[in-house]
Structure formats: structure tokens, C-alpha cells
């Protein structure tokens, strides 16, 4: 069976995602810890993170290097957080988020926003990485 993550790339779910290249993909959590908390996650159902090839892991922490930077440029922050758990969802994926100070990084300030937020935030994602000349976008909802 399809992950979940899988299913909400393939469009079975809804989500609202940021990238797709082929090989992975990025989607904004529905639970962020700051506004522009996403997820990068290959299309490769891994469950364990180290299990993935060199090649797929190479790429999956370029396309992780390139959405953090968007979100530097968009949202207030000291740095970009990437964290590694894959507790909740058995297919491996990176979260990426700003922050400001080490509190920030604790899942127990992750809170749903209301659609329309989320929705917000995802075309202001997409559109800096249009801006910036990437492909791999898709188009706005």
C-alpha cells in the first residue's frame, strides 16, 4: 500500500506541494512548527533515511539546500532548521522550517493552520522558486 505521502503526491490526498523533479518532492506539513515548515521526501518509499542510495540521498539534500534558502529569503529567521525523525509517517523525509532560537526546534509547537493560510504560504513558496528560475513547480491550486 502507498504511504501517505505517496498518496498525497500521487493527488489521492490533499496537500500542497512545492516541488516535484521526478526523483522528489515537497510539500508543506499540515502541522507547522513556524509558517513555511515543509517537507522534502523521495518518491522512492524508504522508510529509513540511511537506506536511501547515494545518488537519491545526493539529491535529496541538494533540492533540501535549495528550498532552505527560499525560505530564508521569505521568512524572518536566524537559520533553517532540517530535522530527520520519520516516526509519524513511515517513508523517509526531511523537514525543513526557520527559526530563531533553539525552542523552536520541539514538535510540540507544531499547530494546523487554516487552509487559506497554508494555501498562502504555498504560493508564496512557489512563486520565489519560479522567480528563481526552477521547474520543477507546480502550478498553483
Same mark, same amino acid.
Given at each position: 500500500?502507498?504511504s501517505l505521502f505517496t498518496?498525497?503526491?500521487?493527488?489521492e490526498l490533499?496537500?500542497? /506541494?512545492?516541488? %516535484? %523533479?521526478?526523483?522528489? *518532492?515537497?510539500?508543506?506539513?499540515?502541522?507547522? /512548527?513556524r509558517e513555511?515548515?515543509?517537507l522534502? /521526501?523521495?518518491h522512492?518509499?524508504?522508510?529509513?533515511w540511511d #537506506?536511501?542510495?547515494?545518488?537519491l540521498? #545526493?539529491h535529496?539534500?541538494?533540492?533540501?539546500r535549495?528550498?532552505?534558502?527560499?525560505?530564508?529569503?521569505?521568512f524572518?529567521?536566524?537559520?533553517?532548521?532540517m530535522?530527520?525523525?520519520g516516526l509519524?509517517?513511515r517513508h523517509?523525509?526531511?523537514?525543513l522550517f526557520?527559526?530563531?532560537a533553539?525552542? %523552536?526546534?520541539? *514538535?510540540a509547537?507544531?499547530? #494546523?493552520?487554516?487552509d %487559506?493560510?497554508?494555501?498562502?504560504?504555498?504560493?508564496?513558496?512557489?512563486?520565489?522558486?519560479?522567480?528563481?528560475?526552477?521547474?520543477?513547480?507546480?502550478a498553483?491550486?
Amino acid at each position: 500500500m502507498s504511504s501517505l505521502f505517496t498518496r498525497i503526491r500521487q493527488g489521492e490526498l490533499p496537500g500542497h /506541494i512545492l516541488w %516535484d %523533479d521526478g526523483s522528489c *518532492f515537497a510539500m508543506l506539513t499540515i502541522k507547522p /512548527i513556524r509558517e513555511g515548515h515543509l517537507l522534502v /521526501i523521495p518518491h522512492q518509499e524508504v522508510d529509513h533515511w540511511d #537506506e536511501m542510495d547515494d545518488a537519491l540521498t #545526493e539529491h535529496v539534500f541538494k533540492v533540501s539546500r535549495l528550498l532552505s534558502r527560499t525560505l530564508r529569503q521569505l521568512f524572518p529567521c536566524e537559520k533553517t532548521a532540517m530535522m530527520i525523525a520519520g516516526l509519524e509517517v513511515r517513508h523517509a523525509h526531511i523537514h525543513l522550517f526557520p527559526v530563531t532560537a533553539i525552542s %523552536d526546534l520541539n *514538535f510540540a509547537l507544531a499547530q #494546523e493552520r487554516a487552509d %487559506d493560510q497554508q494555501l498562502a504560504t504555498a504560493q508564496k513558496i512557489r512563486g520565489a522558486l519560479r522567480a528563481a528560475g526552477h521547474i520543477a513547480v507546480p502550478a498553483d491550486e
